[in-house]
DNA sequence: ATGGCTTGAGTGTCAAGA
């Protein structure tokens, strides 16, 4: 079974290099972040003729999340249960008998800003909620794009980020509060290296020098855990004409 | 460089991303 993520900057303009993905990397999920569209302009038809059912939850310009699987598509959920929020952030499902979680964490844009503020309350909900889910589901992942680059390996220039968001202590306690839960960071399971990203600047050149972080993540509960084969970033759509700024991660369980 | 690029909105130019 393999489970991805991908946040694409714009569904609208990424169709293509979404649909030529999944026909080179077959997946039984895929969570999109940052679709930008209402649910009335997602291509439920370009994906169905492709052979996969998608369930999204949108909103006009920002934000929007889907979930994209062959498989049937199961107890959908949308949003924090206890987050009053008219941003679309997050959507759930039951696939094959996985609860797959995408979340796309809020960016919270500087330190000390009122959206730095709500970002950490976001978490703070979002790390309720994770709470209850595991409880509920033995095999959970949680997939999406967290804002977060955890240790200094995910980041390209630790000293000149440092207390910047996207690295900053608060957000990163959040993050390793979340795996305190119980859950484990895939990608860290199977490579220990630095410089290895998910996202990197469209400006200055950042993939042409890997000068990137990696914020884009795919936590797995213990049950999940003893199933994960490797995750790998998967680098080559962000080498196409008109990329999106982040990879697709990919996360193989045996089975 | 409170910068650099990309997107959506909407037709002039800004907000937001990370």
Request: net charge negative; charged share 25%; with cysteine.
């Amino acid at each position: 079974m393999k489970l991805a993520t991908w946040n694409v900057n714009s569904l609208n303009v990424r169709l293509p290099h979404v649909l030529d993905w999944l026909a080179q990397n077959p997946v039984d999920a895929l969570c999109l972040q940052e679709t930008k569209q209402e649910d009335s302009k997602f291509p439920y038809a370009e994906l169905e003729a492709a052979g996969y059912k998608a369930i999204h939850s949108g909103q006009k310009t920002y934000n929007g999340v889907a979930i994209i699987s062959p498989h049937a598509i199961e107890e959908v959920q949308f949003d924090l249960p206890d987050f009053s929020d008219e941003q679309k952030r997050i959507i759930a499902a039951t696939i094959n008998g996985v609860r797959v979680i995408n979340a796309y964490v809020v960016n919270g844009q500087a330190v000390g800003t009122e959206k730095y503020d709500y970002k950490l309350r976001w978490l703070a909900s979002f790390y309720d909620w994770i709470k209850s889910e595991l409880t509920a589901h033995e095999k959970l992942a949680v997939l999406g794009d967290y804002n977060i680059a955890p240790d200094d390996r995910d980041c390209y220039d630790p000293a000149g980020w440092k207390d910047k968001v996207l690295v900053s202590k608060p957000e990163r306690e959040a993050f390793e509060y979340i795996l305190n839960l119980g859950l484990y960071d895939s990608y860290r399971l199977h490579h220990e290296d630095a410089g290895q990203y998910s996202w990197w600047d469209y400006r200055s050149g950042g993939f042409k020098r890997n000068q990137g972080l990696r914020i884009d993540h795919i936590l797995i509960s213990e049950a999940l855990k003893t199933l994960s084969e490797d995750c790998m970033i998967d680098t080559a759509p962000r080498q196409l004409e008109r990329p999106s700024d982040h990879a697709p991660v990919v996360l193989t369980l045996s089975n």
